[in-house]
């Protein structure tokens, strides 16, 4: 089992950055990957970045390439973040954190909410 807790959300203006962090907590040893997923109000929930247990691979959705950077703690072993820059009002969403292991698990969620 393992439990996940976001932070970081919050109201930014257009052009913008925040930083998401997610803690892992539980069988993080058993993580294979983790990453960060989106759902605005209307539309389904959309992967923005992932990255793997060792760091060595990320990828990115085309939307949010050269603007959001994932990475994960390495001493920590138990954090992710993604760094979002130049925001978008169109980045405006519930940002998730999802752990994969022999099933996946999920955070509850942080608001993003970009202004024009």
């Known amino acids: 089992q393992v439990q996940l807790v976001e932070s970081g959300g919050g109201l930014v203006q257009a052009g913008g950055s925040l930083r998401l962090s997610c803690a892992a907590s539980?069988?993080?040893?058993?993580?294979?990957?983790m990453g960060w997923y989106r759902q605005a109000p209307g539309k389904q929930r959309e992967l923005v970045a992932t990255i793997t247990s060792d760091g060595g691979h990320t990828n990115y959705a085309d939307s949010v390439k050269g603007r959001f950077t994932i990475s994960r703690d390495n001493a920590a072993k138990n954090m992710v973040y993604l760094q979002m820059n130049s925001l978008k009002p169109e980045d405006t969403a519930v940002y998730y954190c999802k752990a994969a292991l022999y099933k996946n698990y999920w955070g509850q969620g942080t608001q993003v909410t970009v202004s024009s």
């Open positions: 539980g069988s993080i040893s058993s993580i294979s990957a």
